[in-house]
């Protein structure tokens, strides 16, 4: 059996059928998560007998840090390799008063975002429980401080892995001691699992990638948006944000001469109007071999002030990460 991204309670039922009392399965979830312990070997209050056992008929896998690179502001980007050998990208955002990790679900992507580096290899598999963990324990340790916020944003649609997702969230709240407010998903708009989100009643944060205020634009960019109009998908946000009573926030790409003009800023108040939002603005970072660019900075201050003049609240990705191509699927491009 493979031990990390089990749950306590599989934990002790292994350690029942290994022939332990259970509490030794909670010292073994405690050595995994809260020690970060890489090995039966370390884990010295469990009894010999207990941990050749546990070689013999278990596994702790964890990933392998394969490349790192670091920009000056802190924000470090991780390529790392799984058991397989396949490859996944995190970041690891270091703050004054916090440390965020961002996260990826899936290797590779189904959804085919026009502007995405994750798109172009397509879809190959889903991450595990203990795949997605994994990865804030990881960069944990590199940052040797604890982790306080956790981002579903990196490669994959969190969505489209839905069980694996829910589970790792679970793990990260009651094992790594995560908030649930310090979680957020960010879907590009699955409307039937973000209801079913909702109705596990986490207070997580929804976040959505919208990137543009009608459904012809939206479809040109996204092609899973195709079954999903933006009024369907903009009345189950609204659903969301009163039953959780969380703000959701609304991630607005912005490309250059594409979807970033005053004349989309106001369409975007008019979608958003009387919504319990907050809007997220992202400059594009350029992918090679893609043709979308980045806006100018005064575009950009253009775009933020018509959202502003209505009353949105706005928030605008910092550049932070820039310089280590900390976008969507870059760094496993390059390498490749
Ligand atoms: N599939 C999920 C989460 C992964 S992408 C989603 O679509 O929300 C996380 C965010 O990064 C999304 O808003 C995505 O559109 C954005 N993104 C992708 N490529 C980017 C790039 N090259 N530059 C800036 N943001 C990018």
Redesign the pocket.
């Known amino acids: 059996m493979e031990v990390f991204g089990a749950t306590r309670a599989e934990l002790e039922e292994l350690a029942v059928k290994l022939g332990e009392p259970k509490y030794r399965g909670g010292q073994l979830a405690d050595w995994i998560y809260k020690k970060d312990a890489d090995d039966f070997d370390e884990m010295t209050n469990l009894p010999l007998s207990f941990r050749q056992k546990l070689e013999k008929s278990a596994l702790l896998t964890r990933s392998k840090i394969v490349k790192r690179s670091t920009s000056r502001d802190g924000t470090a980007k991780f390529l790392l390799e799984l058991a397989d050998g396949q490859q996944i990208e995190s970041v690891l955002l270091p703050y004054e008063d916090r440390v965020t990790v961002c996260v990826s679900t899936q290797v590779g992507?189904a959804?085919g975002?026009q502007?995405?580096?994750t798109a172009i290899g397509g879809f190959i598999r889903n991450l595990t429980p203990g795949e997605i963990i994994d990865q804030v324990l990881t960069l944990q340790r590199e940052a040797g401080r604890r982790v306080t916020n956790v981002v579903?944003?990196?490669m994959?649609?969190?969505l489209l892995n839905y069980d694996a997702v829910l589970a790792s969230i679970r793990l990260l709240n009651s094992e790594v001691g995560i908030s649930m407010r310090k979680i957020t998903v960010?879907?590009?708009g699955i409307v039937p699992r973000i209801k079913k989100l909702q109705s596990e009643d986490l207070q997580l944060t929804l976040?959505i990638?919208l990137?543009a205020p009608d459904d012809d634009l939206r479809r040109r960019l996204i092609p899973l948006a195709e079954r999903y109009p933006l009024n369907e998908l903009m009345s189950a946000c609204r659903e969301y944000a009163k039953a959780t009573s969380r703000r959701v926030t609304y991630?607005y790409?912005l490309l250059a001469g594409v979807n970033d003009s005053p004349v989309h800023a106001r369409k975007l108040t008019e979608l958003l109007k009387g919504m319990l939002a907050n809007v997220n603005l992202?400059p594009?970072?350029e992918?090679c071999g893609k043709h979308y660019r980045r806006p100018k900075s005064a575009a950009v201050n253009a775009f933020r002030e018509v959202l502003e003049q209505a009353g949105i609240e706005v928030t605008q990705r910092l550049e932070r990460g820039h310089a280590v191509s900390a976008?969507?699927g870059?760094l496993r491009g390059s390498v490749k």
Request: with cysteine; glycine share 8%.
């Open positions: 992507c959804a975002c502007f995405c580096a579903y944003m990196g994959g649609e969190p960010s879907t590009v976040a990638s990137h991630e790409l992202i594009y970072n992918v976008a969507c870059q």
